[in-house]
C-alpha cells in the first residue's frame, strides 16, 4: 500500500513552498502583525493567481475542483512561514459552509468571487461562552416579515474585521440543542452589525467580536434548511481542525528545522551545543511529536476528503494530538534557542503564539479527547 503524496501532490508542496519563501518572508509576517488589516492584499491577489482560493471549490464556480488532501499540502506550508491573512476564513470556514449548505443561486453567487480572490468572508460562530458545542450557539434569529432580525455577539471570529461577507449561527428563540440552529449570510455593511478587532497574543491571525444589533436578513440569506445547520457547522468543524493541523504541522517542523540548525552553530564550552546529549534528546522528542502529528493530521484529511464514518473521530484525534505537540515543539524550540529565543527580534516567540492560539482554536486538546471518547464508548 502506497500512503505517500502522489507526484502532483509534491510539485504542489515544492510550488507553494517556493513561492511563500520569496513572497512571505519573516519581515511581512511581521508588518502585518503590526498592520490593523493583518493580511498584504497583493500577496492575497497573487495567490488567487495560482488558484489556491479556488483550489477544493467545484470547477463550475471557477475553481479547480481538487480534494481536500490537496488542500492539506498548500496549508502545510503556509503554516511553515506563519501566513498572516484570511485563508482559512475564507475558503475552509465559509467557503466549505457556501458549498456545502449552500442553494444554486448562493454558489454562483459567492463561490466565483471566493476562487477568484474578490471576496474575503468568515465564520461567526463562537460566542461569549466560550462553548464550541450547539448550546453555545445563543445568538437568536427571530422571524421578520419574509426574513429574520438577528441579534446577539459573536467573539473570536477570525478576520472579521476585514471580511465582506460572514457566514453566522444563531438559533431560533426557545430552542435547544442541536435543533433550531441556522446559518445566515450575511453582508458586513448591513445595518446593526459592528465590528471590533480584539487584542490577543497571536497578531498573524487577528481575531474581532462581532455584535448583532437587529440585524435584518431577507430569506435569500438562509444558509441550508432552516433550523437544521447543525450537522453542517460539525462538518465545518471537522474539516476546519484538519486545515488547523496541517498548518500546525507545517509551523512544528519549521520549529524543528530552526532548533536543528542552531544547534549546529551555537557553541558552548568549545562545542556545537547539539552535541551535547540533552538537547540531542530534546530534538529527538520534537521530531517524534511532529511526525506524529503529521500522521495523525493526513489520516484525518484523507477520512474528511473521502467523507468515510470515522471522519468525525480522525479529525478530533488529529486537533488533540497536534494541540499538544505544536505547543510541546515550540516551546522546546525556544529552549533550545534559549535567551535569545525569548527576544522579539527572534522568529521563535512568533510561532509559539501562533501555536497557543491554534491550540484553542476549534477546541483544545482536553475538549476534543472527550470527543474521540464520545465516538469510541
Excluded at 106 to 116: E, F, G, N, T, V
Excluded at 196 to 224: F, N
Excluded at 289 to 303: F, G, I, L, M, R
Amino acid at each position: 500500500m502506497d500512503f505517500g503524496f502522489s507526484e502532483d501532490q509534491e510539485m504542489l508542496r515544492q510550488s507553494a513552498r517556493d513561492f511563500l519563501a520569496k513572497e512571505c518572508p519573516m519581515t511581512l509576517v511581521r508588518k502585518m502583525m503590526e498592520d490593523e488589516s493583518g493580511h498584504s492584499p497583493e500577496l492575497w491577489k497573487k495567490m488567487a493567481g495560482l488558484g489556491w482560493q479556488g483550489l477544493i471549490l467545484p470547477e463550475e464556480h471557477g475553481g479547480a475542483g481538487l480534494t481536500f488532501v490537496d488542500l492539506i499540502v498548500v496549508l502545510e506550508e503556509m503554516g511553515r512561514v506563519v501566513l498572516p491573512g484570511p485563508f482559512l476564513s475564507t475558503v475552509v470556514f465559509a467557503g466549505l459552509a457556501i458549498a456545502e449548505s449552500g442553494s444554486a443561486d448562493q454558489k454562483k453567487k459567492w463561490l466565483p468571487r471566493i476562487a477568484s480572490g474578490d471576496l474575503v468572508a468568515t465564520l461567526a460562530l463562537i460566542e461569549p461562552s466560550g462553548r464550541w458545542d450547539a448550546d453555545g450557539i445563543a445568538a437568536t434569529a427571530t422571524p421578520d416579515g419574509d426574513g429574520w432580525k438577528l441579534e446577539g455577539t459573536k467573539l473570536f471570529v477570525p478576520d472579521g474585521h476585514v471580511a465582506e461577507l460572514l457566514v453566522v449561527a444563531a438559533r431560533k428563540p426557545g430552542s435547544k440543542g442541536n435543533d433550531g440552529v441556522s446559518l445566515f449570510l450575511v453582508d458586513a455593511k448591513t445595518p446593526g452589525l459592528r465590528v471590533s478587532p480584539l487584542k490577543t497574543m497571536d497578531q498573524t491571525r487577528k481575531l474581532s467580536e462581532v455584535v448583532l444589533s437587529g440585524v435584518k436578513v431577507g430569506r435569500e440569506a438562509l444558509l441550508g434548511a432552516e433550523g437544521g445547520a447543525w450537522k453542517a457547522i460539525q462538518r465545518i468543524a471537522d474539516r476546519g481542525k484538519v486545515a488547523l493541523c496541517a498548518e500546525m504541522c507545517g509551523g512544528a517542523q519549521r520549529v524543528l528545522d530552526m532548533s536543528v540548525e542552531y544547534a549546529k552553530v551555537r557553541e558552548q564550552f568549545g562545542k556545537p551545543i547539539g552535541s551535547f546529549q540533552a538537547i540531542q534528546h530534546k530534538c529527538a522528542n520534537m521530531m517524534v511529536q511532529v511526525e506524529s502529528a503529521k500522521s495523525a493530521t493526513y489520516y484525518a484529511a484523507w477520512a474528511v476528503a473521502n467523507d468515510v464514518p470515522e471522519a468525525p473521530l480522525a479529525a478530533a484525534m488529529a486537533k488533540a494530538y497536534c494541540s499538544d505537540a505544536y505547543r510541546f515543539v515550540a516551546g522546546e524550540g525556544i529552549q533550545i534557542h534559549g535567551g535569545i529565543g525569548f527576544t522579539w527580534e527572534h522568529d521563535m516567540h512568533i510561532f509559539f503564539k501562533r501555536a497557543k492560539s491554534s491550540e484553542v482554536t476549534f477546541g483544545d486538546a482536553t475538549l476534543n479527547r472527550e470527543i474521540v471518547a464520545q465516538h469510541i464508548l
